[in-house]
């Protein structure tokens, strides 16, 4: 008879190809891990709405929810499950937040795959998986508030569309984007000018550049 898997994991992301690859690597790799998929948000919900799991993988760049909003209703509901954080963006971006808002682990798609399997059997065995550099900036920004940056002031929301400012994106863009109107994106550009001090897109745009944010 097979070997009936220990865990049961879902994995979120709304590009299948990395879905499939990912689950390949965890089901060859570890041998006792069940994985399951979902490509939205809604999808995800239902899942664990539905099913019991051991662990969520979770990408932040889903098309019908911003991410860090998503983890935050997860852990409000199951805050006893395991989410790793699956990001295209690198931790500077988002690590710190998604770490406080209460995720296990925080790895890129740039990682590889060794490192990805170390993360998930982490998690799975009711540990963290934080990266030193990610270490670093967790215990700066918990131990002295006094060197907080102009961005750790803002919202999740604010913060998202700074870095898409700083990106290059246009406000029409970034409503098209996060399904949002662009009146309510201006308004949310506005305010984060005015919590960091900045008069300009090319002020923020600097700024991010300078703190290593965007390329």
């Known amino acids: 008879m097979p070997k009936m898997p220990r865990y049961k994991v879902l994995l ?3 590009h299948a190809v990395v879905r499939h690859g990912l689950r390949a690597v965890l089901e060859e790799e570890m041998g006792d891990v ?3 998929e979902a490509g939205t948000a809604r999808e995800g919900l239902e899942h664990l709405r539905q099913n019991s799991y051991d662990a969520l993988i979770l990408d932040i760049g889903l098309p019908d929810r911003n991410g860090l909003d998503l983890l935050k209703s997860i852990h409000s509901e199951w805050p006893k499950l395991p989410v790793l954080i699956l990001s295209m963006f690198d931790e500077s971006q988002y690590g710190v937040r998604m770490i406080k808002a209460g995720a296990a ?3 890129t798609k740039a990682s590889a795959p060794d490192k990805f399997v170390v993360a998930v059997r982490k998690i799975l065995s009711g540990g963290r ?3 030193q550099s990610l270490g670093e900036r967790l215990a700066a920004n918990l131990s002295d508030h006094s ?4 961005y750790d002031v803002l919202s999740d929301r604010e913060y998202q569309i700074f870095l ?3 990106s290059g994106k246009t406000v029409s863009e970034i409503a098209n984007e996060l399904c949002l109107s662009v009146k309510t994106v201006s308004t ?3 305010h984060v000018l005015q919590k960091t001090n900045m008069k ?3 002020e923020l745009t600097h700024y991010a550049f300078f703190k290593g944010l965007v390329q």
């Open 12 to 14: 979120v992301d709304d």
């Open 34 to 36: 069940e994985v399951q």
């Open 105 to 107: 682990g925080y790895v």
């Open 129 to 131: 998986y934080i990266s």
């Open 147 to 150: 060197d907080e940056e102009p």
């Open 164 to 166: 898409m400012i700083a």
């Open 188 to 190: 949310h550009r506005s």
């Open 200 to 202: 300009t897109n090319a």
